[in-house]
């Protein structure tokens, strides 16, 4: 029942839930989000969380959890090693997945920072749909380098195309000529493409390109954090699996892949993450990682409570009315959006609504960070926080200069099961006035930019007071409070 008929009213997504505890939100006056915003050096991941109306920054870590996820917290088993929690998990995954083995980490990167230190050396390429920013920070860290061969209409931002997170067989081909099967270290696909806009990858490419990696004995790697929306888009938008449950689908998948992992700050809806491997061999080669950067076998970072709320996360998300929340919303936002004539990544994706920077700042020159300064304006008119995804989440060539990034976006993610439908249409709102005086953004430069993953500490000012006079105008739409 992901999808409810309504009788004399137009078709509107619905809350397959209900609130059982809430969490106050402020909105403070425009004049106060100004000084936060000059405080944070115009870059969202410095503002206070409480400085914030609407959270949209990002889907990790910060899902509802469902009442049975923190009813099972209770019985978490503290133990350094051979906690109980942990064999619950390791089972739940295994019964899911049908990957035998379990490596646990903190978090998503935790997982990439094992993978790329057991396979990638000096010269190594991975092969990826597309790239996402710490699994990149962590290749290339090590002398790696990244291929990314997202077929081009993937990076359209205006299309209809249900599955832009495909990968472009021929590219793989010729990249694989290329570089030799020898020299290439693991083939990522990303699941719910996150740096395209949440974009999905089929079934029947993922089985393509697996094949062709098996082929040339190329080990082949999923990144599920995403593959909740991934598994909602297969179900409704791939003809040949549309009678499949969620379960199925997802062991179908996991059986083309060698290793599986995933942040559970998003895939589980709690903290955390983990690799899963089909083979013993390749388990033991990455096993004394763990305790070496994460914690002991039985936990990797995690808190015991944490593995236990995931176990149950788990199985919630092989249920329709649950993944489906996140999609539903973002299309109802996304097509509102559209519709206005706000430029968006379209067809909606999972993760998030995502604005095209590119096209609604046309007149900020990439070196000025378009969607950076677009993410700052909408803090500004409305305490909405999303995220740039663009140049600045980009590393500088080594020679210094600018890699700008194919695509501008402001990413407003959807934490699941966190905002309502009204909460929903103010973001509409506030994002359709900015657009219409979008005019008043303008650009911003570095004060202080650190090399590597700039965009998380880097501080930014604004290149004219341009943040002043969006203010101004906004006031005198909305008034003092607004
Ligand atoms: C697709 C994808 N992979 C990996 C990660 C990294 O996960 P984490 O934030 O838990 O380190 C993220 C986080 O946003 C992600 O979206």
Known sequence: MSEIKFYKHEQIPMEMHKVKIVQQLHLLPADERLAKMK???????Q???????????????VNAMSDNMQAAMMRADDAYAGSETFYRMQEKLEEIFGMKYCLPAHQGRACENILATRFVTPGKCVIMNYHFTTAKAHITRLGGHVEELVKDEGLISK????FKGNIDLKKVEECIKKETPENIAFMRIESGTNLIGGQPISYENMKEVTDLAKKHGIVTVLDASLLQDNLYFIKVREE?????SIREITRMIADLFDIIYFSARKFGFARGGAILVRDEEMFHSMEDLVPMFEGFLTYGGMSVKEMEAMTVGFDESMEMDVISQGPQFIDYCVKALDEYGVPVITPGGGLGAHLDAMEICKHIPQEEYPAGALVCALYLCGGIRGMERGTLSEEREPDGSERFASMELVRLAFPRRVFTLSQTEYVIDRVKWLYDHRDLIGGLRFTHEPKTLRFFTGKLEATSDWPERLVKAYKEEFGEEG
């Not at 405080?39 to 991941?45: L, R, S």
Request: no cysteine; charged share 25%.
């Open 39 to 45: 405080e944070a050096g115009f870059n969202t991941f």
């Open 47 to 61: 503002l206070h969380n409480g400085d914030i109306f609407m959270d949209m920054l990002t889907d990790s870590g």
């Open 159 to 162: 299309s209809d195309l249900p």
């Open 240 to 244: 040949s699996m549309k009678d499949k």
